[in-house]
């Protein structure tokens, strides 16, 4: 069964960092690319990040409301992907989703989605 | 970045209704978007990819159309698992971006 766990979301306070991180299982995980995406409550989805496969020299994407605070990277040994949240501010609160991509040539599409872990960015 | 408008924003229905739900992009995208369900306190489920493709698992009430600009998924008879929010994602250029959103509620 595919199955993706994020971990690492918590309570931290503006300006300081926080790393998540998302665990695979139940497939090739060096194979695919992986994303992330966030939820701000009571709001609708955002994507946020993505890394494409080794074989893809895994170079990666940012939104603008992330990029040069976030890093993300991917450890294919441990089957995880991971989201370095730096210089953090209260709009990033939200609940943070992993999720593989699929892709066939130019398509991609996000298949499973991890639970989410739930970042609280406030003094 | 693309913008994409979704229509309507809510929309009220019984269990058995066919439901339809628009999606726009500001430019052409080909077929690269995908629809994504959300009940509340969950992950998002993918419904449908590349437009119309019904993704392995999903009920075949679902389906999607669309090229281009303008993008539909229609419920053809909705069952109570149903009611959700819904949202379009394009995926043809970075950044990647969903629509607002479709609430679907029990009439």
């Known amino acids: 069964d595919v199955q993706l766990v994020e971990s690492g979301g918590g309570l931290v306070q503006p300006g300081r960092s926080l790393r998540l991180s998302c665990q695979g299982s139940g497939f090739i995980f060096g194979s695919y690319a992986m994303s992330w995406f966030r939820q701000a409550p009571g709001k609708g989805l955002e994507w946020v990040s993505f890394i494409r496969s080794r074989g893809f020299r895994g170079t990666t994407e940012y939104a603008a409301s992330v990029k040069g605070r976030f890093t993300i990277s991917r450890d294919d040994s441990k089957s995880s992907v991971y989201l370095q949240m730096d210089g953090l501010k209260t709009e990033d609160t939200g609940l943070y989703f992993c999720?593989?991509?699929?892709?066939?040539?130019?398509?991609?599409?996000?298949?499973?989605w991890g639970p989410g872990t739930l970042v609280i960015v406030s003094s | 970045a693309i913008q994409m408008t979704q229509s309507p924003s809510s929309l009220s229905a019984s269990v058995g209704d066919r439901v339809t739900i628009t999606c726009r992009a500001s430019?052409?995208?080909?077929?690269?978007l995908g629809w994504y369900q959300q009940r509340p306190g969950k992950a998002p489920k993918l419904l449908i990819y590349?437009?119309?493709y019904l993704q392995s698992g999903v009920p075949s009430r679902f389906s999607g159309s669309g090229s281009g600009t303008d993008f539909t998924l229609t419920i053809s008879s909705l069952q109570p698992e149903d009611f959700a929010t819904y949202y379009c994602l394009q995926d043809y250029s970075f950044p990647f971006t969903f629509g607002p959103g479709t609430t679907v509620e029990v009439k």
């Open positions: 430019e052409g995208i080909r077929d690269e």
């Open positions: 999720s593989r991509v699929d892709t066939i040539g130019a398509e991609d599409w996000f298949d499973p």
């Open positions: 590349a437009a119309s």
